[in-house]
Each structure stands twice: as structure tokens, then as C-alpha cells.
């Protein structure tokens, strides 16, 4: 059975990535997390024979607890960018993996890029962090840093765009 804590965990993860569904099935409980555009819902079934009650979920006052045995949860995501038509003469800086992207190598270092610094093919523009391995991401293209699309900290996903470089 899971904790409270570790489905807040789950929730957030999923709010902060671009993962529209997520199942996870253990010892006769079942979560099963899906986004909607916009708005998230939540659903937490805990086996009928449980006497874990599952209570304390609220997330920024968003939340309805309807029982001990289901629990509902509707959010806003606030994370969803919605851009123009990329521009074409603009490179993408994509993630090779699943991962927590880092925009330094620790929190008290500076970020690697910043919009407006110059980058080289072999430059380091990130680290994404995956099983507890962190992985340096090269740049793959000179240019210049014109967007960073992701947020220090954020989950990202196999082939989503992490900077947008103006190329030489």
C-alpha cells in the first residue's frame, strides 16, 4: 500500500510532466492518474478490505476527498505552454531521455546557459537526471540560447524540447 506522501509524490510528478496517463497496480491497490487539457483528474482506489484510511490529499485547496475508498482530485495545470508556430530557423534542443532536468550541476551553481549566451556543438546546456544518474546534454548545434522551454526541476520526456538556439 502506498503512503500518502508518496501518491502526493506521484501527483506532482505527473502534474509537472507531459504524461497524459499513469497506471500502477500493487498488492490490491490501483492508481490510475489521467490529464485532460487543461484540467487534471485523479482518481485513488483503495481496496475495499483496507483499513488505511486515505485522507490529507489536498493540494492547494483544489481537491474533493469523497471517501476512504476513492479519492478525486481535480487541479488546473498550470504548466501547459501554449506557443506560436515554432520558427523554423530555430534549432531544438531535445531531451535523449525521461528525466528531471537541472539547469546547473548543483543548486548553488550557476546555470549553464541563460538566454542570450553562445553555445558551441559540444557545449553542456543541461543535466537531466535519470535513475539517479545525471546526464550531461551537449547543445549538438552553435548558436545562441533564445528559450529555455523547461523549468529547473521539472520532469521531461524522451524527445521534448528543452532550449530553442538561434543557429550560426
Request: glycine fraction near 6%.
Given at each position: 500500500?502506498?503512503?500518502?506522501?508518496?501518491?502526493r509524490e506521484i501527483i506532482k510528478l505527473?502534474?509537472?510532466?507531459?504524461?497524459?496517463?499513469?497506471?500502477?497496480?500493487a498488492e490490491g491497490s490501483k492508481i490510475k492518474l489521467k490529464k485532460n487539457g487543461l484540467q487534471g483528474k485523479?482518481?485513488?482506489?483503495?481496496?475495499?478490505?483496507?483499513?488505511?484510511?486515505?485522507?490529507?490529499?489536498?493540494?492547494?485547496?483544489?481537491?474533493q476527498i469523497t471517501t476512504a475508498q476513492t479519492v478525486k482530485e481535480t487541479s488546473t495545470n498550470e504548466n501547459v505552454k501554449v506557443s506560436a508556430v515554432p520558427d523554423e530557423s530555430l534549432h531544438q534542443i531535445?531531451?535523449?531521455?525521461?528525466?528531471?532536468?537541472?539547469?546547473?550541476?548543483?543548486?548553488?551553481s550557476p546555470a549553464f546557459v541563460q538566454v542570450g549566451d553562445k553555445v558551441s556543438e559540444d557545449g553542456i546546456v543541461c543535466i537531466v537526471e535519470a535513475m539517479k544518474l545525471f546526464n550531461e546534454i551537449e547543445a549538438e548545434v552553435s548558436g545562441e540560447v533564445?528559450?529555455?522551454?523547461?523549468?529547473?526541476?521539472?520532469?521531461v520526456e524522451y524527445g521534448q524540447p528543452l532550449f530553442l538556439v538561434k543557429a550560426n
Amino acid at each position: 500500500m502506498l503512503k500518502v506522501q508518496e501518491i502526493r509524490e506521484i501527483i506532482k510528478l505527473i502534474d509537472h510532466s507531459s504524461i497524459d496517463e499513469f497506471s500502477y497496480e500493487a498488492e490490491g491497490s490501483k492508481i490510475k492518474l489521467k490529464k485532460n487539457g487543461l484540467q487534471g483528474k485523479t482518481e485513488v482506489v483503495v481496496p475495499a478490505k483496507s483499513t488505511t484510511p486515505v485522507v490529507g490529499l489536498e493540494e492547494q485547496g483544489t481537491s474533493q476527498i469523497t471517501t476512504a475508498q476513492t479519492v478525486k482530485e481535480t487541479s488546473t495545470n498550470e504548466n501547459v505552454k501554449v506557443s506560436a508556430v515554432p520558427d523554423e530557423s530555430l534549432h531544438q534542443i531535445l531531451s535523449p531521455m525521461v528525466g528531471t532536468f537541472y539547469e546547473s550541476s548543483s543548486p548553488d551553481s550557476p546555470a549553464f546557459v541563460q538566454v542570450g549566451d553562445k553555445v558551441s556543438e559540444d557545449g553542456i546546456v543541461c543535466i537531466v537526471e535519470a535513475m539517479k544518474l545525471f546526464n550531461e546534454i551537449e547543445a549538438e548545434v552553435s548558436g545562441e540560447v533564445v528559450e529555455i522551454l523547461v523549468k529547473d526541476g521539472h520532469l521531461v520526456e524522451y524527445g521534448q524540447p528543452l532550449f530553442l538556439v538561434k543557429a550560426n
